[in-house]
């Protein structure tokens, strides 16, 4: 194929220290602990800079991972968890890292081939929903993952505090064909709830190199059915002795996140969940040095949340609404708050733009766009008085509108090489446009809430973000053995067009919220020492500023089971964060020791409160003042370790993250301070080992451990094995692969094998069966 080396950029390197064979193919290699590429898609981020980065390769992947998802991907990297509730989970799938909880989506960046999948319209879950568009990218089409670890590269926003992570998908150099089909069984058994779900995916893709044009499409089918993830209960301390209300059986006791006695009365929100991914690629060599590339996504999502009421009648029938009676105590009437219906009908696109110089001469450059929309994405739910089984047939509800709701980016950098490829500098630099844009209409439906048009006006928010960055950073080898990094972001943010309009409020509420700007530099540096032959020191400082989103400023929304407050005043949160590591090459694998240090004041969070009057989970976002953690993380990576076929992986991290400022509290002045950030666990673990026992047959087990952690300011929810609370966990997943023949794959698995019942808010999935079959022409 010619010249493909020299139209991806691709170095081939064998890094000081490291034995030729311990190098995967495409995988990052380490050199100064300066990451080059040694074949395969070359990565996005930043090969410069000598911080902590952590990669693996799609055959690792197929190896190893029952990867039903992208995210999968990440399953075990150090440090890394994403909040994944069930396969194809669209609305809560956060990834946290060293000292940023599931609760802080706007604390990562996400991209794939260099295009913005994070969602920085919010911050975490709420009234609406920010998780990385994990469904851009399917495992089908990843080449490889990278992710740097902290905001030392000045070519990221301050989102990428906590980790920039990057997909880097196929693009062919021959004629290439795949299919896959897969099914995934869970039996789940909590509370009053016994069934078994059943997950069925399909995806096939194909790919061409003609000449000097390239092209892949993607095609990926899921019908995932997901476990209850929410639950009606009542306080036992709210029940009244007495012979009101309906007398009813079935209540399963238990005792909330707090340690008070609770019934819980039903489930809610078990989704059922059909999705459609569309992606299309094309790539072309303008000439052996300028490459220009194209990417379409489409995502759509149909899904349906259901809930069931454990509670039964002296007949034996389901009670869905009305004053309870529950041993001889009566209880606040059932509503439509308790057993919600949704109906979401969803489908975004993406488009990304590219060109791109590739001469490793003097000087190359980049401009790059990229566009997501939401093109339809409707909500639709049964209103507050509206019950079952009635609402299952139709009757008043609501429908939230949020179409037209996205965000542009634009990109234009730099890499100047004053003295060539091999000199001492290298010089990035860039300008950057982020453009937001929320738009959120929630309306009255009088007639049937599954089908009717929007009717009267209930609420609508929304408003626009924007900002343009500077920066520019000096790779520079001032020594041998020696590195620096020395750069700066220069970030301008504004925040504009804000409005709420709740006409139906006591009063109406009819704001248009003033214009906001605000102007920070943040400074990146980083420095390497190679101090023995297998033995690389390093360090890393830098600030990072995450302005807040429009809709931590302006989404405000409200619906029968749950509410989110704003605020349009937030502060931006500011980090200082500062890394030292020692990289030893052990022959077979490389092992790592890094402290981390993170000082962020202003941090920007939001907490979810049960009403226990409206039965509601109320969410409001604040600035919390000061949050300092400080913690080790030891990781190693090894192939052919000890025999050969036999890789090895495996992380340990301490993390100590507390509260020390905060004018603000929970009930009392003063109750969060010297609290642990929530979300943030003191120990986190992870091991896989992977084992090829001949070219036809390997076989993994993988293991992750997480400490006990808090999900409140004040650490108040010291129950983490219950609905709202956030528990420890540790969970060993299996993993047999057998090649058929050249083109023919299958693979049998089991996650979460000890079948572990774990919770962070909501329930984590139990054991669950693995299958699929795959095609490679």
């Not at 968890?81 to 940023?100: P, Q």
Request: charged share 15%; net charge positive.
């Amino acid at each position: 194929m010619r010249r493909t080396c020299v139209a991806l950029g691709v170095a081939v390197a064998v890094p000081v220290g490291l034995s030729a064979q311990a190098q995967t193919p495409g995988a990052p290699a380490k050199e100064l602990g300066v990451v080059t590429v040694t074949g395969g898609q070359p990565t996005s981020l930043p090969t410069q800079i000598p911080t902590t980065m952590e990669g693996i390769t799609r055959e690792q992947i197929a190896q190893s991972i029952n990867a039903t998802d992208s995210e999968d991907a990440l399953k075990y990297f150090p440090s890394l968890l994403v909040r994944k509730r069930y396969i194809g989970d669209y609305n809560h799938a956060i990834l946290s890292s060293r000292a940023s909880g599931t609760g802080n989506s706007a604390r990562s960046a996400v991209y794939a081939d260099g295009i913005l999948l994070s969602n920085y319209l919010g911050n975490g879950v709420g009234g609406l929903s920010f998780p990385p568009r994990w469904g851009l990218v399917t495992p089908e089409e990843i080449e490889r993952v990278d992710v740097m670890y902290g905001p030392f590269s000045a070519a990221y926003p301050g989102n990428s505090v906590g980790a920039v992570v990057d997909y880097v998908t196929r693009m062919p150099t021959r004629f290439e064909a795949h299919g896959k089909v897969g099914h995934v069984s869970q039996p789940f058994a909590l509370y009053g709830t016994d069934t078994t779900l059943r997950t069925w995916q399909a995806s096939t893709s194909v790919g061409n190199r003609h000449g000097d044009w390239a092209w892949f499409l993607n095609f990926h089918h899921t019908d995932s059915e997901g476990q209850p993830l929410t639950f009606a209960t009542r306080l036992v301390a709210s029940g009244t002795p007495g012979a009101a209300g309906q007398p009813v059986t079935g209540a399963v006791p238990g005792s909330n996140n707090a340690g008070a006695p609770w019934l819980v009365l039903g489930s809610g929100t078990a989704y059922r969940t059909r999705q459609d991914h569309i992606k299309a690629k094309v790539a072309y060599d303008v000439s052996p040095t300028l490459r220009a590339a194209y990417t379409f996504g489409l995502w759509q999502n149909r899904s349906e949340g259901r809930p069931m009421s454990y509670l039964r009648n002296a007949a034996g029938q389901p009670v869905n609404s009305g004053a309870i009676n529950i041993d001889g105590r009566s209880y606040a009437a059932l509503t439509a708050a308790d057993f919600a219906l949704t109906n979401e009908t969803l489908m975004h696109t993406i488009h990304g733009l590219s060109v791109k110089s590739h001469t490793q001469g003097v000087f190359d450059w980049e401009v790059a766009a990229s566009l997501y929309d939401y093109g339809k994405d409707l909500k639709r739910q049964n209103g507050a008085a509206n019950t079952l089984p009635a609402a299952a047939l139709g009757g008043p509800g609501t429908v939230a509108d949020g179409s037209g709701t996205g965000w542009t980016t634009l990109a234009l950098k730099g890499t100047w090489r004053p003295d060539g490829v091999k000199g001492a500098h290298t010089v990035d630099f860039g300008f950057q446009q982020d453009s937001y844009r929320l738009a959120y209409l929630t309306s009255d439906i009088a007639g049937n809430w599954s089908q009717d048009a929007a009717g009267a006006l209930a609420s609508a928010v929304g408003g626009r973000t924007r900002l343009h960055s500077l920066y520019a950073q000096d790779a520079w080898a001032f020594a041998p053995r020696w590195k620096a990094v020395l750069g700066a972001r220069a970030e301008h943010w504004s925040a504009f067009s804000g409005s709420t309009r709740i006409p139906g409020a006591l009063p109406a509420v009819d704001t248009q919220w003033p214009q906001r700007a605000e102007t920070h530099v943040s400074p990146k540096a980083a420095l390497s020492w190679q101090w023995r032959a297998d033995t690389v020191l390093k360090g890393s400082a830098g600030r990072a500023v995450r302005f807040p989103t429009v809709g931590e400023l302006y989404g405000a929304t409200s619906t029968a089971n749950a509410q989110y407050l704003n605020d349009p005043n937030l502060r931006p949160e500011k980090s200082w964060t500062h890394e030292l590591s020692a990289e030893k090459d052990l022959g077979s694998g490389l092992l790592r020791l890094t402290f981390f240090a993170e000082d962020t004041r202003d941090a920007l969070y939001a907490q979810t409160t049960l009403d226990p009057v409206a039965q509601r989970n109320v969410s409001r976002v604040q600035n919390v003042g000061r949050i300092q953690t400080q913690g080790l993380e030891l990781a190693y990576n090894g192939a052919d370790v000890l025999k050969r076929g036999l890789d090895l992986s495996g992380s340990v991290t301490y993390a100590d993250s507390v509260i020390r400022e905060n004018a603000g509290f929970a009930v009392r002045p003063g109750d969060t301070v010297g609290k642990r950030q929530p979300n943030v666990a003191r120990w986190r673990a992870t091991a896989l080992a992977s084992y090829r026992w001949n070219a036809e047959w390997s076989t993994s087990v993988g293991a992750r451990y997480s400490g006990p952690q808090f999900r409140t300011l004040d650490n108040s929810d010291v129950n983490g094995f219950t609905y709202m609370g956030v528990s420890r966990f540790f969970t060993v997943d299996l993993r047999a692969r057998y090649q058929v023949s050249h083109s023919v794959s299958a693979a049998l698995g089991v996650d979460n094998a000890n079948n572990y019942q774990f919770w962070n808010f909501h329930p984590y999935p139990q054991r669950s069966y693995v299958a699929e079959l795959k095609i490679d022409l």
